[in-house]
């Protein structure tokens, strides 16, 4: 299997977002939410660009406080923790426009969002970009923290990958193999469009391909075999989950 | 003063969008347009450091949905540079120095299912090579772990840890010294002393 940054429709519409983000009108609304399905590769195409922009990439958890998130912010800039060094955190993004990136941004919401705020302080001052990435069940927190929610220029949406999505990921990712479209099909299906699943079912297939010395690999040669292990799928079945 | 050139990115972003797919060759557009090839090259790069086109292969531009947004919300592209545009790192090195910072603990798929688009001319082997002469300057250093490779035959995946980590700009290696200049300290990293084993996946 290759090893390839697939450009799915999520990832298109999150660089048309960023696009739209830096033509923004007002400078101070640089704040963008991704939010989405836990495996929708939220983080990959994030990732993706943010080591194209170098940007500066924070993680929350829960108990996250303003001066873990500062100390963290210094340690991705290569600022030494000393007397002043949030003054030169500020100096740094604005002079090399550095976007921040913060990841499970819902933990941050905690004490009022306290630490977004901070970071939104930066943000504001130099101009520069905020993607905040987090689960879809944090927006209503962050709709009632008015200053943050005013300035999201820009939301993507990561959807449930389409049809075409799997297609694209079979044939990039897959080596010597071509995929029929019944097994696209049921790909797309099995792993509830779920891009982490979707890379563990073309491996899979790729191996029966090869064991067999399959040029094209169909439905009918994966009968009966799993194509991925979905956990919630599962539960789901048995009536753990609704 | 400078001298100031009509600009033609947004005329070819418009043309992009009208033509079969919206894709176009460099030397058809250049007809169209009856400019010289050479601009409609420095015109698209333009459009494509801002995601407006892509380039599926040497000489094609196609436009991309964000560009199609672009035409629809009316907004105009300027000659100049605007302030609020971020800078980008392209080469594959420096992003892939990015990631090892990230992540501490990675392998070369792990730097490519990230970073690699499939345009990079051998994007696997030049990261290979450069996490090699990180490692013999001790920047970086092959774990004993392996992590399971798909391809049949395979060794599996050399697991790399990030134990300098020298700052935000990515070392830069000097092959015919065999040595690493770092540009956040301007410092030249010489070879450690003890012999260090090549490692390949």
Known sequence: MKQLFVKTENAKRFRSGLAMLESRGAAESGLMLVSGRPGEGKTTTVMNWAAEVGAARLTAYPKWTVERAMRELAAALSI??????????????????????VDEA??????????????????????????????????????RIDQLASRISWTVEFKPSVLADVAAACAQLAE??????????????????????VMTAIARCEAVARRNGLTTIGAEHMKGMPLCEDFSAKLMKRGVLA | MRNRKTPIAQPLLALL????????????????????????????????????????????????????????SGQQLTGRTERRRITRTTGLRERAWWVMREMKKFTVAVLLHTLADGTERDADGNLRRYLCALAKVGVVKPTARRVPGVSPGSRGHVVWHLKRDLGRQAPVCRQRHGTVFDPNSGDTLAPLTTDMEATHD
Do not use: Q
């Open chain 1, 176 to 197: 010597g193999v071509a995929f029929a479209d019944d097994l696209v099909e049921r790909i797309h299906r099995e792993t509830n469009a779920r891009m982490r699943l």
């Open chain 1, 106 to 143: 819902g933990y941050a919401l905690e004490k009022n969002a306290a630490c977004l705020e901070r970071l939104r302080h930066i943000t504001d001052k130099s101009s520069t970009v905020m993607v905040m990435v987090m689960m879809e069940k944090h927006n209503a927190a962050l709709s």
């Open chain 1, 80 to 101: 030494p923790v000393e007397r002043g060094y949030e003054a030169r955190i500020e100096e740094t993004i604005a002079e090399h426009e550095i976007p921040i990136i």
């Open chain 2, 17 to 72: 969008a009208t033509l079969p797919e919206g894709t176009g060759t460099r030397t058809d557009l250049a007809a169209r347009m009856a400019r010289a090839p050479n601009l409609i090259t420095t015109a698209a790069l333009i459009l494509r450091r801002r995601h407006l086109v892509e380039t599926p292969a040497r000489g094609l531009y196609r436009i991309t949905d964000a560009g199609r947004a672009w035409l629809a």
